[in-house]
């Protein structure tokens, strides 16, 4: 058993979209009673921290509509069904970027909102960084600009809040910390 498990006794599909699912589950608690948890359900995605010869890391910003902002993060996206992390690495990498990698370390996995949702991120390093001749098209409804920065530059976006998501503050974190 898992410690503070829940138990689902009823659960019902609310929506089912392109990307994501909701679902409401009837749960027994730890305690006995009765709750109700609203979930949503992704398939995950991959997130990739660039780094150039210069060690600098590759970044893309671009507009977030459920933010209603633009921020600045690492190259990530959605994993296809089936599709193994690391192709969908190499492909969201050369889509958002223009970068191939001749190295490719997987690094970790984790959840991005654990309270309501089952999406995982997994995170990977590339390395020996060439252009791509002929890039992959990014999503039709997808609009990017490439960025490169130090390890300092991308600490003071952090600082000021441009780069404003999980996934990228944890990868500035991981280059700062690799760095020693």
Not at 76 to 90: D, F, H, M, N, Y
């Given at each position: 058993?898992?410690?503070?498990?829940?138990?689902?006794?009823?659960?019902?599909?609310?929506?089912?979209?392109?990307?994501?699912?909701?679902?409401?589950?009837?749960?027994?608690?730890?305690?006995?009673?009765?709750?109700?948890?609203?979930?949503i359900n992704?398939?995950?995605?991959?997130?990739?921290?660039?780094?150039?010869?210069?060690?600098?890391?590759?970044?893309?910003?671009?507009?977030?509509?459920?933010?209603?902002?633009?921020?600045?993060?690492?190259?990530?996206?959605?994993?296809?069904?089936?599709?193994?992390?690391?192709?969908?690495?190499?492909?969201?990498?050369?889509?958002?970027?223009?970068?191939?990698?001749?190295?490719?370390?997987?690094?970790?996995?984790?959840?991005?909102?654990?309270?309501?949702?089952?999406?995982?991120?997994?995170?990977?390093?590339?390395?020996?960084?060439?252009k791509i001749?002929?890039?992959?098209?990014?999503?039709?409804?997808?609009?990017?600009?490439?960025?490169?920065?130090?390890?300092?530059?991308?600490?003071?976006?952090?600082?000021?809040?441009?780069?404003?998501?999980?996934?990228?503050?944890?990868?500035?974190?991981?280059?700062?910390?690799?760095?020693?």
């Amino acid at each position: 058993m898992k410690k503070f498990e829940e138990k689902t006794t009823h659960s019902k599909q609310l929506f089912k979209g392109k990307v994501i699912s909701l679902k409401v589950e009837d749960v027994i608690l730890p305690n006995g009673k009765e709750g109700k948890r609203e979930i949503i359900n992704h398939p995950g995605a991959v997130a990739i921290i660039a780094i150039t010869d210069e060690g600098k890391i590759v970044l893309v910003e671009q507009y977030r509509k459920a933010l209603e902002r633009s921020i600045i993060e690492i190259p990530a996206g959605k994993l296809e069904p089936g599709e193994e992390p690391a192709v969908t690495a190499r492909r969201e990498l050369e889509e958002e970027t223009g970068y191939g990698c001749h190295k490719l370390t997987y690094l970790q996995s984790f959840s991005t909102s654990p309270g309501f949702a089952d999406e995982i991120i997994h995170l990977f390093v590339a390395e020996n960084l060439y252009k791509i001749e002929e890039k992959a098209e990014l999503d039709e409804d997808e609009f990017v600009e490439l960025l490169e920065v130090t390890i300092e530059e991308a600490e003071e976006m952090v600082k000021d809040q441009r780069i404003y998501d999980a996934k990228t503050a944890f990868a500035v974190l991981w280059m700062r910390l690799s760095q020693k």
